[in-house]
């Protein structure tokens, strides 16, 4: 069956501070890959996505970037951390074939900017 | 445009009475599927129900059905004899180009004792 991974679930970083939140699916093979990210009480943001290795599809301009060194694996980071980077980070994967299925994602990681 | 629309950021019912959640989306393709999720407290996405766009049948799970209005791009939530679990924060959803899962903004969901 497959699974995914993400964390870590909690991280407390202070402004200026690199980050990298890690993402990996097993179970499956070539993967569509995602990172949202969800302000409190708020909807999901699209931050990137992925169809392939070294493949990164980026909607929105920002502080972050997101790479996919292996087909199961999608990590994002930051050089430097801002303030408003704060929220709750979501990895999601789908199959990379057909259109009725669901994203399946991770249990989200909790990232406070100090 | 890429856009899925949730038109309510906030609803209310009371246990065991039914309530509606509201979705567009904007689309030129004819094949898809439309999804709901729900996201508890726990921030944890679980799959509520989904539609196949060319079946004119409306999806049910239990006490989750949909109203499926293709030609309107409408995908609504109707959620029958609430329960205090179903308070959470739901989302709609569409994967545009196969790929690109797109969500709409949420309706926040409390139920009412």
């Known amino acids: 069956s497959q699974t995914i991974h993400q964390w870590p679930a909690t991280l407390v970083q202070p402004v200026g501070s690199p980050l990298s939140l890690e993402c990996t699916v097993e179970g499956t093979s070539n993967p569509n890959l995602y990172w949202y990210r969800q302000a409190a009480g708020r909807g999901l943001q699209l931050l990137f996505y992925?169809?392939?290795?070294?493949?990164i599809s980026s909607e929105v301009p920002q502080n972050l970037s997101a790479s996919r060194p292996q087909d199961r694996q999608f990590i994002l980071s930051s050089k430097k951390l801002l303030l408003s980077d704060s929220g709750f980070y979501l990895c999601?994967?789908?199959?990379?074939?057909?259109?009725?299925?669901?994203?399946?994602f991770g249990q989200g990681t909790r990232l406070t900017v100090v | 445009a890429q856009t899925v629309t949730q038109s309510q950021p906030e609803m209310s019912v009371q246990e065991a009475e039914t309530v509606t959640l509201s979705c567009t989306y904007d689309?030129?393709?004819?094949?898809?599927?439309l999804f709901w999720y729900k996201q508890p407290p726990s921030r944890q996405m679980i799959l509520v129900i989904r539609q196949e766009a060319y079946k004119q049948q409306n999806a049910t799970e239990n006490r989750f059905s949909v109203n499926f209005q293709k030609a309107a791009k409408s995908f609504s939530l109707k959620i029958s004899d609430s329960q205090l679990g179903d308070a959470a924060m739901y989302f709609c959803?569409?994967?545009?180009?196969?790929?690109?899962?797109?969500f709409g903004a949420g309706t926040r969901l409390t139920v009412k004792p």
């Open positions: 992925s169809v392939g290795i070294g493949q």
């Open positions: 689309t030129s393709e004819s094949d898809y599927y």
């Open positions: 999601a994967w789908t199959p990379g074939q057909g259109i009725n299925t669901e994203a399946f």
């Open positions: 959803a569409y994967p545009y180009n196969n790929n690109d899962m797109r």
